[in-house]
């Protein structure tokens, strides 16, 4: 039977493939799956949730990102400050219909979200 991981995989465009390595890996809980040129995939190890791929390119990222990983945790505080001891910056906390959620950065300025799981 397929899963989403057999056939899902997110694509994320980096500057530096070497430092958004260690972030990413540490941010997920990931492992290195390996990786040719500019690319580098990461995978969870348990295999359930879809592979992250990293890609070198040239140009620096210009505007908000058009899709964004939004981490689910039961602590979001709690891992918002384990996210930003790994390099992640925080921008901005938000409250609507009753559910907070942290924005945040990784370092080269991708946004992501901390929400309630």
Aim: with cysteine; net charge negative; hydrophobic share 40%.
């Amino acid at each position: 039977m397929r899963t989403m991981t057999d056939y899902l995989v997110l694509t994320l465009d980096v500057n530096d493939l070497d430092r958004q390595t260690e972030f990413w890996t540490a941010a997920l809980s990931y492992e290195v799956a390996g990786g040719v040129g500019q690319y580098r995939a990461l995978t969870d190890p348990s295999g359930r949730l879809p592979k992250l791929l990293l890609q070198t390119v040239d140009e620096a990222k210009g505007a908000k990102n058009r899709l964004h990983l939004d981490l689910h945790v039961p602590d979001i505080e709690a891992e918002a400050a384990r996210l930003e001891s790994v390099g992640a910056t925080r921008v901005e906390r938000f409250d609507e219909f009753g559910i907070s959620w942290v924005l945040m950065t990784d370092p080269e300025g991708n946004e992501f979200c901390v929400c309630p799981a």
